[in-house]
């Protein structure tokens, strides 16, 4: 019996000018109109983003004079910024805000977004009353909680009162006013880390926790062997919007404590230093200045915080 040989087949390819002639034939079309379509996002981009990074690098090297004249000063503006005292203390006050807020936020956050998962009766209305603060404007937040601090006739002093207690001047002591400030910002941003890792939470695979309860491990054990670990790469995301966001706190402070008051230099920020700077005192170089350490600090912890991730975040 004769066996014919089959030979295989042999697949014929597109000449590269062909292949070529014909992407530009049905790309040019596309592309064009593709560009016309994100030109105005990339216009505003760059009218609004890109080149006001670039001036402010420039202004940060000039004086600003009172009529909107400048001259080039070098690293004059730099310079001072090493014998400030005020920028000093605005950065240890920025320091604590993000050392006592963003960790609190975060685990408060996890353990409202944990019991929120849970079946429970009423859950739409209490992450709708958690996310309530989220989608509050902040001076409404602030004007609320500026009359809650009251010393003379805000809600918690009044509390206080009915225990025999005296309140203290919440807003106008220094010891204390930046910790008000910090308590505010805790609450308000639990709601927005809390649907962030709600998400995170309904995205773990009900099989983990099955196999776990198969094993005989308890509930604890569940959250610290499986919910944790599981959720870092959500806790790192979270991390990292907070702490850029606490760098640049600047409305709770500037609607609850206010430029006159005697405890603005005890918690007065990075961002309400430029602020006064800049729009108050019209030293709009040394302004510029401020805003350009102030992005390089948060470039370097940024930078840190990806590099430290791959120790700790478990991704899949």
């Known amino acids: 019996?004769?066996?014919?040989?089959?030979?295989?087949?042999?697949?014929?390819?597109?000449?590269?000018?062909?292949?070529?002639?014909?992407?530009r034939r049905y790309g040019r079309g596309d592309l064009f109109w593709a560009y016309i379509m994100i030109a105005p996002l990339m216009l505003?981009?760059?009218?609004?983003?890109?080149?006001?990074?670039?001036?402010?690098?420039?202004y940060s090297f000039v004086e600003w004079g009172a009529f909107g004249n400048y001259?080039?000063?070098?690293?004059?503006?730099?310079?001072?910024?090493?014998?400030?005292?005020?920028?000093?203390?605005a950065i240890r006050?920025?320091?604590?805000?993000?050392?006592?807020?963003?960790?609190?936020?975060?685990?408060l956050s996890i353990l409202v977004a944990a019991l929120l998962n849970q079946k429970i009766r009423g859950l739409t209305i209490y992450r709708t009353l958690y996310f309530l603060p989220v989608i509050t404007m902040p001076a409404a937040v602030a004007m609320v909680w500026r009359w809650l601090y009251n010393a003379d006739y805000g809600l918690l002093n009044y509390a206080l009162g009915l225990l025999s207690i005296k309140g203290?001047?919440?807003?106008?002591?220094?010891?204390?006013?930046?910790?008000?400030?910090?308590?505010?910002?805790?609450?308000?941003?639990?709601g927005n880390n809390m649907i962030i890792f709600l998400s995170g939470l309904q995205g773990i695979s009900s099989s983990y926790y099955e196999a776990a309860s198969i094993d005989g491990a308890g509930t604890i054990s569940k959250f610290y062997r499986i919910t944790l670990p599981l959720l870092t790469p959500?806790?790192?995301?979270?991390?990292?919007?907070?702490?850029?966001?606490?760098?640049?706190?600047?409305?709770?402070?500037?609607?609850?404590?206010?430029?006159?008051?005697?405890?603005?230099?005890?918690?007065?920020?990075?961002?309400?230093?430029?602020?006064?700077?800049?729009?108050?005192?019209?030293?709009?170089?040394?302004?510029?200045?401020?805003?350009?350490?102030?992005?390089v600090i948060i470039l370097i912890v940024t930078f840190i915080q990806m590099k430290l991730q791959k120790k700790w975040v478990h991704y899949g």
Do not use: C
């Open 1 to 23: 019996m004769e066996i014919k040989q089959v030979s295989p087949q042999v697949k014929v390819h597109d000449n590269p000018k062909q292949r070529k002639m014909k992407q």
């Open 44 to 58: 505003g981009l760059f009218i609004f983003y890109v080149y006001p990074v670039f001036q402010t690098v420039y």
């Open 71 to 89: 001259k080039w000063t070098g690293l004059d503006n730099y310079n001072k910024l090493l014998t400030d005292t005020d920028l000093h203390r």
């Open 93 to 107: 006050n920025t320091v604590v805000y993000i050392v006592l807020s963003v960790p609190l936020s975060i685990f």
């Open 168 to 190: 203290p001047h919440w807003l106008t002591d220094p010891n204390i006013a930046l910790y008000s400030v910090i308590l505010v910002a805790i609450w308000s941003s639990i």
């Open 234 to 295: 959500t806790i790192f995301f979270v991390g990292v919007i907070s702490l850029i966001s606490a760098f640049q706190v600047f409305d709770m402070i500037y609607m609850m404590i206010g430029e006159k008051n005697i405890a603005i230099e005890s918690t007065q920020s990075i961002v309400f230093l430029f602020y006064k700077y800049g729009f108050t005192q019209n030293m709009k170089g040394y302004a510029s200045a401020i805003a350009v350490l102030l992005f």
